[in-house]
């Protein structure tokens, strides 16, 4: 669903983002809700960490009302690769790996950021190109990226969750979307969605598609969030398996235009 377009009076922040989606095996959930309930207490005194959260899945992984008892996704924002590279490989992403029945980890550039996330405004990574060059990406025909959040305004909350099946199914259909997992830092008022894309050309087409068109106008008319932020990056490496969408995973949210 769109974004509203927001401005951070602080300066914007550049950095490498790393982001991990996990589904925990069952037997886990009591650990995976304790980090959730932690949220970003859990990456307290992590090297170079500019910005992070942790947040909880709908149904399934998806962008739902109904939560999800094994899904979490971590979202963070640092210095330098070589820091984000280290976190995925340290302890703390290690005891998600043991626990999880599926896991994705990325190091990603941004290369477009507006609007700002609890006041950050994120800034187009710095010497993007030297930072692909050091960690080129991996073979993927899905190397485009999208992350969306937004605080839906308490008054609009039923408008807002009145198009979410329509952009929900949207994404499922949509050409070109080769992952996608709704988060949500709080239930139902504070959501976001991260998604791949084999290319720009299949992710501005999913933003002006008809769903997704009716649902941005009523966001702008209606001025649903309070806050919200849309980032495009590019994909520099990734690890793991995540059940391919959009049979497996949907999203509500997404950038307003291309």
Do not use: N
Not at 87 to 99: I, K, N, S
Not at 122 to 148: G, I, M, N
Not at 180 to 203: H, I, N, V, Y
Request: glycine residues 10%.
């Amino acid at each position: 669903m769109a974004l509203a377009d927001t401005a951070s009076d602080a300066a914007p922040v550049p950095g490498v983002v790393a982001v991990m989606l996990v589904d925990h095996q069952p037997r886990h959930r009591a650990w995976a809700w304790l980090q959730l309930a932690r949220g970003g207490a859990a990456l307290a005194g992590t090297p170079g960490l500019r910005f992070g959260k942790v947040m909880g899945s709908g149904e399934g992984g998806g962008f739902s009302m109904r939560p999800s008892a094994t899904h979490l996704g971590l979202v963070a924002l640092f210095d330098t690769l070589a820091q984000a590279q280290a976190f995925l490989a340290g302890p703390r992403a290690q005891a998600h790996r043991e626990r999880a029945r599926h896991w994705w980890t990325g190091l990603l550039a941004v290369t477009e950021a507006r609007g700002s996330w609890d006041g950050c405004a994120w800034a187009p990574t710095a010497d993007a190109a030297q930072e692909a060059q050091e960690s080129p990406a991996q073979a993927t025909e899905f190397p485009v990226a999208a992350l969306t959040r937004a605080a839906i305004r308490p008054a609009r909350l039923a408008h807002f969750w009145r198009h979410a099946p329509a952009a929900q199914q949207a994404v499922q259909d949509a050409a070109g979307c080769g992952l996608a997992m709704g988060l949500g830092e709080a239930p139902l008022l504070r959501q976001c969605t991260f998604s791949l894309w084999r290319g720009e050309s299949d992710l501005v087409a999913y933003a002006r598609g008809a769903a997704h068109g009716q649902a941005a106008q009523a966001a702008w008319r209606q001025d649903y969030f309070s806050e919200s932020m849309f980032v495009r990056m590019r994909l520099l490496a990734s690890d793991g398996q995540w059940p391919r969408t959009p049979q497996a995973a949907d999203a509500a949210l997404a950038p307003a235009d291309g």
